[in-house]
């Protein structure tokens, strides 16, 4: 079935150092592909996301690259902060559905 | 800035008791969506509304759960007969367009004893 694989399940990072979260999904019909950052206890809220038409997008110290050929995706977090530490979501979707990832979880350290 | 809301934001119920879970979407959205998230895991899609009727489901939305929406505001989820498994933190989200960004609620955390 569908599936979409996340990588690493935790991250610690020093403070201003980068942070990189892998997703591969399964679906080929996948074409949309958001991020969502949780903090404990709240909303999942989006970040970035990206089209399959597009191979990467940056917005400030947040980037998403995509391989459709791979079915790879991934977020790079550059300069880290202590705000930065939460719960990280990829997703795919193609239909109406988000088929989400397991979760990385960033501790940035100060 | 719009924003989806849920109430209640903490229920708990017995088991085998009925739940309805509320959503007010975004005004202008059109796409609704519950999903749930069993604490400390990935957050799973369990269904999605459009025109009036259900568009897609998955296989944990089975003929316990529905959905309704009453009125030109409201979005609800329904729970006929609460299991222990249900305990989990209920979002809903929407969107105006089917594949753009889904904006999530705040969830409704659902505890079943």
């Known amino acids: 079935g569908e599936n979409v694989e996340q990588h690493p399940s935790t991250l610690s990072v020093q403070e201003g150092d980068s942070a990189v979260i892998k997703c591969t999904y399964s679906?080929?019909?996948?074409?949309?592909f958001p991020w969502y950052k949780q903090e404990l206890g709240k909303r999942p809220q989006l970040i970035i996301d990206i089209r399959s038409n597009v191979g990467e997008k940056k917005d400030q110290r947040i980037a998403v690259t995509l391989n459709k050929t791979a079915k790879h995706f991934s977020l790079h977090i550059t300069e880290t902060q202590p705000e930065d530490s939460a719960v990280y979501f990829c997703?795919?979707?193609?239909?109406?559905?988000?088929?989400f990832g397991t979760g990385t979880r960033l501790k940035v350290l100060a | 800035e719009p924003e989806v809301t849920q109430t209640p934001s903490h229920q708990v119920t017995q088991m085998g008791q009925e739940v309805i879970l509320r959503c007010v979407p975004i005004?202008?959205?059109?796409?609704f969506y519950w999903y749930r998230q069993i604490l400390g895991q990935k957050v799973e899609f369990l269904v999605s509304?459009?025109?009036?009727?259900?568009?897609?489901k998955s296989e944990i939305f089975d003929d316990q759960f529905s959905v309704e929406r009453p009125d030109g505001s409201n979005f609800t989820l329904k729970i006929r007969s609460t299991k222990l498994e249900d305990s989990a933190m209920y979002f809903c989200?929407?969107?105006?367009?089917?594949?753009?960004?889904?904006?999530f609620g705040p969830g409704t955390r659902l505890l079943v004893l």
């Open positions: 997703a795919a979707s193609g239909t109406y559905k988000y088929i």
């Open positions: 989200a929407s969107t105006k367009n089917r594949q753009e960004t889904q904006y």
């Open positions: 509304f459009y025109n009036n009727e259900i568009s897609e």
């Open positions: 005004s202008n959205h059109l796409y």
């Open positions: 679906d080929s019909a996948s074409n949309y």
